[in-house]
Structure formats: C-alpha cells, structure tokens
Nanobody
Framework: QVQLVESGGGLVQAGGSLRLSCAAS????????MGWYRQAPGKERELVAL???????KYADSVKGRFTISTDNAKNTVNLQMNSLKPEDTAVYYC???????????WGKGTLVTVSS
C-alpha cells in the first residue's frame, strides 16, 4: 500500500509559477514510476509528466519546456515545477505511483491549481 499526499496548489496569475510536491509513504526506490496527472472541469484525466526508475521522463506536449518533474529521494517526494502557467493549465492535479509486479496504481487526493488570465 502506498499513500500519496499532494501539496503546493493554489491560485496564480498567467505567466507565474507553482511547485507541486507529492510525498509517498514508502521509499520511492521501491516505486516503478511516479507521475502527475490533471483533470480540468468536464474533461478526462490526462498525463502531465512521468518519471520512471531508472530515471527517464515523459511530458505531455502541452507542458514541454514549461514543466519539470523531479524526485527528492531523501524526502520520498516527486515534484512538479510549473513555469509560464496558462489559464488552460487550470485543473486538479493528481499524483500517481506504480509499484510492484504486476504494477498496482495508487493515487493521491489531488491539489487544485487555478491560473487566472
């Protein structure tokens, strides 16, 4: 079982930055992959960024060059640095972890990011 707790959401003006963090209840060395997803009102949940073990990253085209995913192994956290935010980035952002073989998927409760124009 993996508990994930997100933090760092809030209200920001377009062009601003936010940093999201997701704390895992287990060592992230035991996790196959961690990612950030988002769901805007009336839309499906979509992948924003993914980081795998060994380290490889993947980003949605809409956030490439603006968002950066990283891990802090000492704190067992995965972070999402979001720069040059746009109103269309407004959504609830969820942390996800895949662990084990076969992999089980775990979700945080989400954190709201609102970007005003």
């Amino acid at each position: 079982q993996v508990q994930l707790v997100e933090s760092g959401g809030g209200l920001v003006q377009a062009g601003g930055s936010l940093r999201l963090s997701c704390a895992a209840s287990v060592t992230i060395f035991s996790i196959n992959a961690m990612g950030w997803y988002r769901q805007a009102p009336g839309k499906e949940r979509e992948l924003v960024a993914l980081i795998t073990s060994p380290v490889d990253t993947k980003y949605a085209d809409s956030v490439k060059g603006r968002f950066t995913i990283s891990t802090d192994n000492a704190k067992n956290t995965v972070n999402l640095q979001m720069n040059s935010l746009k109103p269309e980035d407004t959504a609830v952002y969820y942390c996800n972890a895949l662990r084990g073989y076969p992999a089980m998927s775990y979700w945080g409760k989400g954190t709201l990011v609102t970007v005003s124009s």
